[in-house]
């Protein structure tokens, strides 16, 4: 399939004219939730965001940014519970995604565990879940990469050819991005390779209710 082009945005952006974004030809956002690294919260421009993102007909997902303590499997549930919270009553045709960045390299094991309860917990009600890290200094160095197949990955790599994530589904090819809309850029750019718009309502996952069979009439 063709590419679909999309952004990544958190508060850093500013306010954000969706309706423009969208006619720059942006057919995705992945919204910063909140995360783990200054306490624990909610992006403060999470919900307007979405909403805005929404009325505009931009398909979004959205990530959470864990903090350097992300290690074992009850700070990975704890998190993940955290970010059920903030995302709940939110339909999402992206994946929600789990942001690794300031975890130690010496202590790769204990952030994959942490990183595979997240994920478990995140499936358990209900979402299409996924990593995202940059190539080397994230999956390489502060993952065990070959645990974390079975989850969507959406990797930072602003150089060709990705080598370590070669089979990512949605990549981040560059920080510096300037986006109609946007009232403080740099940006950040993405491309997805899958159609997750119809993963999510054809199987029910991240908000949507799963489409039955009619029943027929007697």
């Known amino acids: 399939m063709d590419k679909i082009l999309g952004i990544d945005v958190s508060h850093w952006q500013g306010k954000i004219d969706f309706e423009r974004v969208k006619k720059s030809g942006i057919q995705f956002v992945i919204l910063k939730a909140g995360g783990s690294d200054k306490g624990f919260y909610e992006d403060k421009t999470f919900r307007s965001n979405y909403e805005a993102a929404k009325k505009a007909g931009i398909?979004?997902?959205a990530y959470y940014f864990?903090?350097?303590n992300f290690y074992g499997v009850e700070a990975g549930v704890a998190d993940a519970k955290r970010f059920c919270k903030i995302i709940g009553g939110?339909?999402?045709e992206y994946p929600?995604?789990?942001?690794?960045e300031t975890t130690q390299p010496g202590r790769k094991e204990e952030a994959t565990e942490a990183a595979i309860a997240f994920c478990e917990e995140i499936e358990?009600?209900?979402y299409y879940?996924?990593?995202y890290s940059s190539d080397i200094s994230g999956f390489r160095e502060k993952l065990n990469h070959s645990r974390l197949s079975s989850y969507a990955h959406w990797v930072a790599d602003y150089n060709d050819p990705v080598k370590e994530c070669k089979e990512h589904q949605i990549?981040?090819?560059s920080s510096k991005g300037y986006v109609e809309g946007i009232s403080n850029n740099p940006t950040d750019l993405d491309?997805?390779?899958v159609d997750y718009r119809n993963i999510m309502k054809s199987k029910g996952l991240n908000g949507f209710k799963k489409k039955g069979k009619k029943k027929s009439e007697d």
């Open 90 to 92: 939110c339909q999402l």
């Open 124 to 126: 358990n009600n209900g």
């Open 191 to 193: 491309v997805s390779y």
């Open 66 to 68: 864990v903090g350097k």
């Open 96 to 100: 929600v995604f789990l942001d690794v």
């Open 59 to 61: 398909d979004v997902g």
């Open 171 to 173: 990549r981040q090819y």
């Open 129 to 131: 879940v996924g990593i």
